[in-house]
């Protein structure tokens, strides 16, 4: 298997290259070369998400210096359950933020950290690059903390995360920087691929992004989807729909990509917040980015997605992935309903995020729905709590997070800014 750009004008590269330039060099993202039906999807009876993923992974390792690797990165990958909840009318939900930062994000960044980990270096020192609108940044920190040779620098937009999501990017220390840009999170995104392209820097460090512009981000997440699909039509012999929250769309990308795989799942919904971009252009506008529009789900506060592109080259242009896509957007108002009413209608206590695919599910009717949980509840007290009329509890993992001491560096959202902070590697 080889991954091409979505731009097509630089060279098909084997994995490990793909993820660790994280983007190519025409400034397009790395895509696999075809989708073949992988032999996950002809697995009989139960088995754990580490097997279905190194099954349903093979053929997109198959030819790479790691393939011998794949079952040892998923075992190390996925450690922490991901159940699928049943709730009753028609509906599951799939709870994804199990992992140690309380977010869907643990998935892709354990699993990138266990790749890059093996790939070798040439001497220089690997500094991973993040833009986080929230949850990305504290789970590639707490999946490459500590590791040698290694340097994180996430940037997140100052004043646009909550204020526990802003404890998980600050308070690791060591090998891991906090940058509070002074902008919006299509900012910190901007920044982030600039630097990946800058001569100067590329020349003194192996840089790469743990952002979903990485593919090594959206391959695991794969994994749960294939899991979670098959597992639904064993229960009820129903291939069931994905309601997505979406704001990068690297996580409806990865669901589309285990559909193109094989994965027994009739559709995907995409729920995005009040940010326009999305459901305008799937109800038949043209693509266009729009500023940013601040919500009560702060991560996905993205005005221009990156990961648009990889579903446009999925579907073989704007005017194929416009008939192809259904998105439902749902403003601030009804995140609140949802959040006040989802202990009496569905015992669940939602964080914002996932409250927009309920709002989408309780629009769409029918049955057959698996709703993406996508962070804990307990992330978002400020919003939550007051809601629902009482205290949400924390995770031990999360709690431990929030008792360390925390620090971030301000910068403007400059390349020459963050050029500057980022200062000399790590030795």
Partial sequence: MRYVS????????????????????????????????SPAMEMDGDGPLAAVAERLLAPFFAGDALADALGEICREAFTFPVPLRELGEGTAVLELFHGPTAAFKDV???????????????????????????????????????????????????????????KQLTSWGGNVRAFAVRGAFDDCQRVVKAAMADPGLRAARRLSSANSINVGRLLPQMAYYAWAAREHDRRHGVEPGFIVPSGNLGNAAAALWAARAGAPLREVVLATNAN??????????????????????????????????????????????????????????????????????????????TATAVA???????????????????????????????????PPELQRLLDRPSH????????????????????
């Fill in 108 to 166: 892709g960044a354990r699993f990138l950290a266990a790749v890059m980990s093996r790939i070798p270096g040439d001497g220089r020192p690997l500094t991973i690059l993040v833009a986080t609108s929230g949850d990305t940044g504290g789970a590639v920190a707490a999946a490459f903390h500590g590791r040698p040779g290694v340097e994180v620098a996430v940037l997140y937009p100052a004043g646009m995360v909550s204020p526990r999501q802003e």
């Fill in 408 to 427: 971030a560096e301000p910068i403007d959202p400059t390349l020459d800014a963050f050029r500057a902070a980022l200062g000399a590697p790590i030795g």
């Fill in 360 to 394: 989408a599910r309780e629009r769409l009717g029918g049955e057959g729905w698996i709703l993406v949980a996508t962070a804990h509840p307990a992330k978002f007290e400020a919003v939550v709590e007051p809601l629902v009329g009482r205290e949400v509890p924390v």
């Fill in 6 to 37: 979505t731009r097509g004008e630089s060279p098909a590269v084997p994995l490990s290259a793909a993820v660790e330039r994280g983007l190519a060099p025409d400034g397009g993202l790395y895509v696999p070369e075809r989708f073949p039906a």
């Fill in 276 to 353: 326009p971009g999305i459901a305008a252009f799937a109800a038949g506008a043209p693509w266009r980015p729009h500023p940013t529009v601040a919500t009560l789900a702060t991560a996905m506060d993205v005005g221009d997605p990156s990961n648009l592109e990889r579903i446009l080259h999925l579907f073989g242009g704007e005017d194929a992935a416009r008939g192809s896509l259904r998105a439902e957007r749902v403003d601030d108002d009804e995140i609140r309903r949802v959040i006040r009413e989802g202990p009496a209608r569905w015992g669940t206590v939602w964080d914002p995020h």
